[in-house]
């Protein structure tokens, strides 16, 4: 017994000091996630100096699913120096089946600053699971590493403070997160339009790519002296809930509220005000323009994938034609005068609860999930970039003009 406890002490000394020694002789300082969106991790130097980075999944309440993909962190080191990064934990679950949520396709991004990003490969470590990749500490001893190019609560804020107190913008706080975060629905364009648009972005923290396309799409219609843009507004309005699950984005999560509710899921019933506030608020104000006869003409639930398709309601019990012809066409122009080439979803898809197919059955709207490729552009031929989000940001705002104007 006690020749088995030397052992066990022994052993883990010898554990103890190989990290010793991997550390000590590593360039790396310290892996920063003090701030603002970056995402909770482990992470440890192995003995042949690679870092290994385990990401933390979040959890959904009463529920298999959990989900980790979202990286955000500062690499503080040696300036000059290589470091090959080892991510882990990608074994998510997704509607209760196992879903790896990496592959061959997966970027990353860096930064020198935190602020301009450019992409990188990555290596899919296929057995285990895992990406792998190398990257070089510049001049001022940090490197900022990104699943995506990071759209955080500060900059919806910023982007606010500038286009607050313009003629066509109204902002109004509509209620707000579980950890008391406003929220707020963007209205860009005249309350008495022909035409009325909501598009929701941020469900999921992850995926900031709605965020940008917003962001493009409210800069675009809000030109002075641009006569296209002056014109799209007399056609419709804007309705944007730029930012829904912000406590997620805060704390760098990847899927859920911080209650393991998922904001695109359950809306098939009204939504649960103490475990997701966030899904309740929004429905408030969607019973609110119902009761006023400002029923959204047409919903955008903004999301980032994979595959980047245009996910179609398909609700198994009833069919909706006219909704899947009007869609069609909606996917037409999308095809036509923006850089999507992903297409609609197939007639088999089905994804039941996402606010597409709940303000479609419960509502009548005209609601569709609109992912976007987090690989690459095929359109551009080209990986994406804040820049080519919000380009087509701009591009929807002619999509839209043409949907409504086609149906007069
Ligand atoms: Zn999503």
């Known amino acids: 017994m006690r020749h088995l406890a030397f052992l066990i002490l022994h052993t883990f000394a010898v554990v103890l000091l190989m990290v010793h ?19 909770p991790l482990d992470w440890q130097v192995l003995a042949d100096q690679t870092v290994r980075i385990d990401l933390i999944y979040d959890h959904e309440r009463d529920s298999p699913n959990r ?6 962190f500062r690499v503080d080191a040696e300036p000059g120096s290589q470091l090959t990064l080892l991510l882990n934990h990608f074994s998510n679950v997704w509607n209760g089946r196992s879903a790896l949520a990496c592959s061959d396709a997966t970027i990353g991004f860096i930064s020198a ?16 699971g895992q990406l792998r990749f190398t990257v070089t500490i510049p001049p001022g001893g940090s490197l900022w590493v990104a699943r995506l190019p990071p759209y955080r609560i500060s900059d919806l804020n910023r982007l606010l403070d500038q286009i607050r107190g313009h003629s066509q913008v109204e902002i109004t706080r509509i209620g707000e997160t579980v950890q008391r975060r406003p929220l707020e629905i963007v209205r860009i364009g005249r309350d008495d339009a022909p035409y009325r648009v ?47 699950n912000k406590d997620g984005v805060a704390m760098g999560r990847t899927r859920f509220n ?11 019933a009204p939504p649960d005000a103490t475990l997701c506030p966030e899904n ?11 009761d006023s006869g400002r029923r959204p003409h047409l919903a955008l639930e903004m999301h980032n994938d994979e595959s980047g ?17 009007r869609m069609h066409r909606l996917e037409s122009l999308l095809l036509t005068k923006t850089w999507f080439r992903e297409g609609a979803t197939d007639p088999s898809f089905r994804n039941s609860g996402t606010l597409g197919e709940g303000w479609l059955t419960r509502f009548g709207i005209d609601a569709v999930v609109h992912e976007l490729n987090a690989n690459w552009i095929e359109g551009l031929q080209s990986r ?7 380009t087509y940001g701009e591009q929807l705002c002619d999509v839209l003009d043409a949907y409504f104007k086609a149906a007069e």
């Not at 600053?113 to 285990?128: A, L, Q, V």
């Open 198 to 244: 909501f598009i929701r972005a941020r469900a999921h923290p992850w995926e900031p790519g709605g965020n940008w396309v917003v962001e493009g799409m409210i800069r675009h219609l809000l030109k002075t002296h641009d006569e296209q843009s002056a014109t799209y507004l007399d056609q419709y309005c804007v309705y944007i809930m730029p930012m829904a």
């Open 258 to 268: 911080v209650l393991g509710k998922d904001l695109n899921r359950d809306w098939n």
């Open 113 to 128: 600053d935190g602020m301009t990003w450019e992409s990188i490969e990555t290596e899919f470590i296929k057995d285990s």
């Open 21 to 39: 020694h991997a550390m000590a002789a590593s360039p790396l300082h310290f892996i920063d996630t003090s701030f603002e969106n970056a995402s």
């Open 309 to 325: 398709k245009l996910h179609l309601s398909r609700p198994d019990a009833t069919q909706f034609e006219a909704y899947i012809a």
């Open 384 to 390: 994406p970039s804040a820049e080519h989000w919000m």
């Open 67 to 72: 989900a980790a993909g979202h990286w955000h």
């Open 280 to 290: 309740a608020a929004l429905e408030r104000w969607l019973t609110k323009m119902l």
